[in-house]
């Protein structure tokens, strides 16, 4: 049965209901679907300066920036919120956005479900979705691993005894764990008729099955000059405490198609602080592993990928990417020459994979993400300047780059 649009019948023809991005696996920043392409943030003056000054080296690794969207809270009669979108007033554009959505039914819709008490940080939260057309579901076919009914805790952390964190049939929690607080400090803090203005970005993981994703918060500083001496200092803590010192890197969010049994594994912020050096190194070739084998396929292009990164980064004289965070992405749908059958390799601990038959050039993707704190020479907000690039950055990548090296030479 096709579900309704909530949108009232003058709203639908202008505004775009903005459903959570079910595959957002780290950041404390909601991300919201607008189309199958697109996806918006609220937007943050750094981040846009960054985005209208990025250099040309960079675009590859960066999501394509479309301009500035207005959004607003709505609340119906039943206390239901949702964020709708409006493309008329839409202030800025870097080009026409792919399939513009004019009409709101051809996206999913997620409602939110609010418990009597919002306050409390473990309540359950149930989402439900309606398929509202064929279309959607068609261009993205990871969208039915969707559960009708998702219900999650908001704990950090969901572990067995031995610390491991279950697969799930759905789409990553964190996504909706962002949402869900977007939507109380929005609903705490403005009226419904108050406009906030989003960020219009690429989706870039729009082009694949099942995104495969690794979310790393990069370098060996995380906090901005903006922040205030109590948040820095819990920023450096963190570092101290993780392998941001370490290694220049940490994971802050992992999801990963297990074939085996056709669902996610997902892993959180929480999870990635607690590594070590050599837990890093062992979750980096979990995420590289399918539940059947590990995708050695993968290794050559994504090196080659972040040595081109790493080459572009260290011409970027005055940057400094302060928590910002970089994607690396695959398909969990194998080159049909490299799968291989389910009963012939063992089930989960991915650890234990064996490499995967043969050799093929699997298309992968590594892009930067999050610029809210990022500063350079000629930013339109105000901070220090920095000269030479981003040495902590640049030790993040190199120890990144010599890890999946040693994988991929079997040590």
């Avoid at 943030?41 to 675009?59: N, T």
């Avoid at 969901?158 to 109380?184: F, I, K, M, V, Y």
């Avoid at 997902?266 to 059947?292: A, I, M, V, W």
């Avoid at 799968?339 to 390799?345: F, G, Q, R």
Wanted: net charge positive; proline share 5%; glycine share 6%.
């Amino acid at each position: 049965m096709v579900g309704q649009s909530p949108l009232d019948p003058g709203e639908s023809r202008t505004a775009v209901l903005l459903e959570p991005f079910v595959h957002q696996v780290g950041g404390h920043m909601s991300m919201m679907t607008y189309d199958e392409h697109t996806v918006c943030k609220p937007l943050v003056l750094q981040e846009l300066s960054f985005y209208e000054s990025l250099p040309l080296a960079m675009r590859q690794f960066t999501p394509q920036y479309k301009g500035i969207v207005s959004v607003h809270l709505r609340k119906d009669s039943l206390g239901n919120l949702t964020l709708l979108a409006s493309p008329s007033l839409q202030t800025e554009s870097c080009g026409q956005l792919d399939n513009a959505i004019s009409d709101s039914s051809v996206t999913i819709w997620h409602k939110c479900k609010w418990a009597a008490s919002t306050g409390s940080e473990h309540e359950l939260v149930k989402w439900s979705h309606t398929q509202l057309t064929k279309t959607f579901k068609d261009s993205c076919p990871a969208k039915m691993l969707l559960r009708t009914d998702l219900q999650y805790r908001t704990d950090p952390l969901l572990e067995d005894a031995n610390g491991n964190q279950p697969e799930r049939a759905s789409s990553n929690p964190w996504g909706l764990h962002c949402h869900r607080q977007h939507l109380n400090r929005m609903s705490s803090k403005h009226n419904e008729n108050k406009l906030h203005q989003f960020l219009l970005l690429e989706n870039v993981v729009s082009k694949y099955r099942y995104p495969c994703i690794l979310d790393l918060k990069m370098g060996t500083r995380q906090h901005g000059d903006d922040v205030s001496e109590e948040k820095k200092a819990r920023h450096i803590k963190k570092c101290e405490q993780s392998t941001s010192a370490s290694l220049g890197v940490r994971i802050c969010g992992m999801q990963v198609y297990q074939a085996d049994t056709g669902h996610f594994l997902c892993k959180d912020k929480y999870y990635g602080r607690k590594l070590s050096p050599e837990g890093f190194r062992q979750t980096l070739r979990q995420f590289l592993c399918n539940g059947n084998h590990l995708r050695t396929d993968l290794l050559e292009p994504i090196i080659l990928r972040l040595k081109a990164l790493l080459s572009v980064i260290r011409k970027q004289s005055s940057y400094r990417f302060y928590s910002s965070s970089l994607l690396i992405i695959y398909d969990g749908q194998e080159p049909k020459e490299n799968a291989a059958p389910l009963d012939n390799h063992p089930r989960f601990p991915t650890l234990q994979c064996s490499p995967a038959p043969g050799s093929h050039h699997t298309r992968v993707d590594v892009r930067m993400i999050d610029f809210a704190h990022t500063t350079f020479k000629g930013s339109k907000c105000s901070h220090p300047t920095y000269d030479g690039p981003d040495h902590g950055y640049i030790f993040g990548l190199e120890n990144l780059i010599k890890i999946l090296q040693n994988l991929s030479e079997g040590k």
